[in-house]
């Protein structure tokens, strides 16, 4: 792997998914997955910081307002009723984890919906750093994986989403995903493979 030409894209790793009491934890049906997912990402990151690879967080944080969800629907929907990734909330926050890492992780500000580029500075970033291959790791695989894995392929990027990394609803929503649609632009690997 051309480590040099590498970015990580980290997707909603804050509190409102991670933590023990945040508000869409449940929305991953499967017990135990989201702390799977969140050990496995740890460990790959831990990886990556000791090579030229690029390791971009971009949480998504919406106005008290929730004005950016103007006719939300599905998670969307329930996103902006339980007061989830509100602005200035301790769910909105990334994860303490992600800490440890100090500067390298860059912080890619401005996600208010599925997709990690939309109005966001992320190709540009992407851009900058001369990046020819994302790896997708986050939360939740069949909405802002993979609107964000569309959307980098769509752009010109290689595309590899890390299936142990990622989490759906379902087990079975995984596995669709994993097996049927991410293929169709890109590649699925397990985090050892990096």
């Known amino acids: 792997m051309d480590y040099k030409h590498t970015a990580l894209i980290l997707v909603g790793y804050q509190n409102d998914y991670f933590a023990k009491n945040?508000?869409?934890?449940?929305?991953?049906e499967e017990p135990g997955r989201v702390d799977e997912v969140l050990q496995t990402t740890l460990a790959l990151i831990a990886r990556l910081a000791r090579t030229e690879a690029s390791i971009i967080?971009?949480?998504?944080?919406?106005?008290?307002?929730?004005?950016?969800?103007?006719?939300?629907?599905?998670?969307?929907?329930?996103?902006?009723e339980s007061g989830a990734f509100a602005a200035g909330t301790l769910g909105a926050q990334d994860i303490p984890e992600l800490l440890a890492f100090g500067d390298r992780i860059q912080y890619v500000k401005g996600k208010v919906g599925f997709n990690a580029f939309s109005d966001t500075l992320l190709d540009d970033v992407l851009k900058a750093?001369?990046?020819?291959?994302?790896?997708?790791?986050?939360?939740?695989?069949?909405?802002?994986?993979?609107?964000?894995?569309r959307a980098a392929y769509e752009r010109g990027y290689s595309v590899t989403v890390l299936s142990d990394?990622?989490?759906?609803?379902?087990?079975?929503?995984?596995?669709?995903?994993?097996?049927?649609?991410?293929?169709?632009?890109?590649?699925?690997?397990?985090?050892?493979?990096?």
């Open 22 to 28: 945040g508000i869409l934890r449940g929305v991953v």
């Open 57 to 80: 967080s971009t949480p998504i944080v919406l106005t008290p307002d929730y004005r950016a969800l103007a006719s939300p629907v599905g998670i969307l929907h329930t996103i902006k």
């Open 129 to 149: 750093k001369s990046i020819k291959q994302v790896l997708l790791a986050g939360m939740v695989t069949s909405l802002c994986i993979d609107s964000t894995g």
């Open 165 to 194: 990394c990622t989490s759906a609803r379902t087990q079975i929503e995984q596995s669709y995903f994993c097996s049927s649609v991410f293929p169709l632009y890109g590649a699925v690997i397990s985090s050892s493979q990096v």
